[in-house]
T-cell receptor, first 116, second 114 residues
Framework: GAVVSQHPSRVICKSGTSVKIECRSLDFQATTMFWYRQFPKQSLMLMATSNEGSKATYEQGVEKDKFLINHASLTLSTLTVTSAHPEDSSFYIC????????????FGPGTRLTVL | EDQVTQSPEALRLQEGESSSLNCSYTVSGLRGLFWYRQDPGKGPEFLFTLYSAGEEKEKERLKATLTKKESFLHITAPKPEDSATYLCAVQAVGNNNAGNMLTFGGGTRLMVKP
């Protein structure tokens, strides 16, 4: 299957700081990338969808000014959590997709964010 | 609104004890139904895509089947390494902006004891 990487895998930051998470599709060009967050023992919650070169589409209840998404190339999308607070602590997972891979979403390994 | 319900929420099996996981769905028009496996602290790993009723796919001890209302993930003679959360998701037709968007079920946590 297609390979998607995320960096960093874990990050601990102080309240009020910003954190950037990178998502890369390593062996295919992803026209669409998705960002999810997952709380313990719960399923994935879609935060936003981004198409290369376009503004991201955010799900209802997700603050676009707090969770900045950039999809500047067909292999890279970034999620920046601005002015992070403890309630932003979560597991963030990206996925990448395109017609080349049959519109299947391939997921990254996730990033564990802890805000102190 | 598309909905996906998985049952049971948790399943404990003895090694070698075969069973099935259920995924019931309602969707305006099914483009595809996906099964993923997720290990703790990791991202979901793609297993199968099913597109039409009657379709079946197999991978090692796993077999996925699809009807017009539900999908089953059959696990034959499971091993402890099959322990994971199994996620079902549907993709609907007609989502112009994100045609490949998924709606996930809550998952089934499978524990296989040796």
């Amino acid at each position: 299957g297609a390979v998607v990487s995320q960096h960093p895998s874990r990050v601990i930051c102080k309240s009020g700081t910003s954190v950037k998470i990178e998502c890369r599709s390593l062996d295919f060009q992803a026209t669409t990338m998705f960002w999810y967050r997952q709380f313990p023992k719960q399923s994935l919650m879609l935060m936003a969808t981004s198409n290369e070169g376009s503004k991201a589409t955010y799900e209802q209840g997700v603050e676009k000014d707090k969770f900045l998404i950039n999809h500047a190339s067909l292999t890279l999308s970034t999620l920046t959590v601005t002015s992070a607070h403890p309630e932003d602590s979560s597991f963030y997972i990206c996925s990448a997709s395109s017609l080349i891979v049959g519109d299947t979403q391939y997921f990254g390994p996730g990033t564990r964010l802890t805000v102190l | 609104e598309d909905q996906v319900t998985q049952s049971p929420e948790a399943l404990r099996l003895q090694e070698g004890e075969s069973s099935s996981l259920n995924c019931s769905y309602t969707v305006s028009g099914l483009r595809g139904l996906f099964w993923y496996r997720q290990d703790p602290g990791k991202g979901p790993e793609f297993l199968f895509t099913l597109y039409s009723a009657g379709e079946e796919k197999e991978k090692e001890r796993l077999k996925a089947t699809l009807t017009k209302k539900e999908s089953f993930l059959h696990i034959t003679a499971p091993k402890p390494e099959d322990s994971a959360t199994y996620l079902c998701a549907v993709q609907a037709v007609g989502n112009n902006n994100a045609g490949n968007m998924l709606t996930f079920g809550g998952g089934t946590r499978l524990m296989v004891k040796p």
